[in-house]
């Protein structure tokens, strides 16, 4: 379920994104669509069970890093985690603050309402995940 959450932050910015009213973000003219996120910091809480509950801060490396991309409706999101590689994909829409992000794995769908802001080259994102109760948010920069 870990891997679950943090695919969807990393996909949600997100994320979660980009319609043409959404493109660009008048102060910083960085596009959503297109730019290579890389989380910053991420948190956890209030979760149903309390030791979901954790909060912390990510630097990216060769051996560990998570980073989104949102492209034309898709969106791709790469976690390496003690050297190990994986990534996902899903379909995201945009309405305002809002993206609806769809994850599915095997037959079985999802989607999450995530609400996102941008200041600067800084995403952050926030969602809660019904499937334990947490609600989780996260801070992503743009690489580049």
Excluded: H, R
Excluded at 34 to 47: A, D, L, M
Excluded at 103 to 124: A, K, M, R
Excluded at 125 to 130: A, G, H, K, L, V
Aim: glycine letters at 12%.
């Amino acid at each position: 379920m870990k891997q679950l959450i943090k695919f969807f932050m990393l996909a949600a910015m997100a994320a979660f994104i980009l319609t043409s009213c959404g493109d660009d973000d008048e102060d910083s003219g960085i596009s959503l669509e297109g730019t290579v996120w890389v989380e910053k910091s991420f948190s956890s809480t209030g979760c149903d069970d309390p030791d979901d509950n954790e909060s912390g801060s990510s630097t990216c490396t060769a051996s560990d890093c998570s980073t989104i991309l949102l492209s034309g409706g898709t969106f791709t999101t790469t976690d390496i985690e003690g050297g190990v590689t994986q990534t996902f994909t899903g379909s995201y829409t945009i309405s305002g603050n809002v993206i609806m992000v769809t994850l599915s794995d095997g037959g079985f769908s999802v989607t999450y309402e995530v609400t996102f802001s941008i200041s600067g080259n800084t995403l952050t994102i926030s969602f809660e995940d019904p499937s334990d109760g947490c609600m989780n948010s996260g801070t992503f920069e743009a690489q580049g």
